[in-house]
């Protein structure tokens, strides 16, 4: 894990709930994490244990290409730990149910970066 400074900006895609709460946009279930505006949020600790954090993106322009949706959401974001090097993609639908598999198939888009922890600052308009 490396240190940064924060005069990099970073990016995290979320959902938006029917009820309005934050929430991962790409993993449910076990895996899912929700996210408050401005409060410091880590991976599911079960997934931390075995070396998966959150995952974000160091341009807009990566995040932008992800939220396809009209439920996600753009955020700059503050970040703490910054990890050099990306795991291994994992099998999406087992995340949701708990279970770790790693994926052949699975791969992060250019631009992700895996933190320890995230902080929403601002919605970024779309």
């Not at 895609?13 to 899912?32: E, I, N, Q, R």
Request: with cysteine; charged share 25%; proline share 3%.
């Amino acid at each position: 894990m490396k240190s940064k400074g924060q005069s990099k900006k970073y990016y995290k895609v979320v959902a938006k709930a029917l009820d309005g709460s934050l929430t991962s946009a790409f993993s449910s279930g076990k895996a899912g994490v929700c996210y408050k505006k401005g409060e410091w949020v880590g991976a599911p600790p079960w997934l931390a244990r075995k070396g998966y954090h959150l995952f974000i993106y160091d341009k807009l322009r990566g995040a932008e290409c992800l939220a396809t949706n009209t439920v996600h959401y753009i955020y700059e974001c503050e970040v703490r730990g910054v990890y050099r090097k990306l795991p291994q993609g994992l099998e999406s639908t087992s995340l949701s149910r708990g279970e770790f598999e790693v994926s052949a198939f699975e791969q992060f888009p250019l631009g992700t970066v895996m933190v320890r922890e995230v902080k929403l600052l601002r919605e970024v308009k779309k």
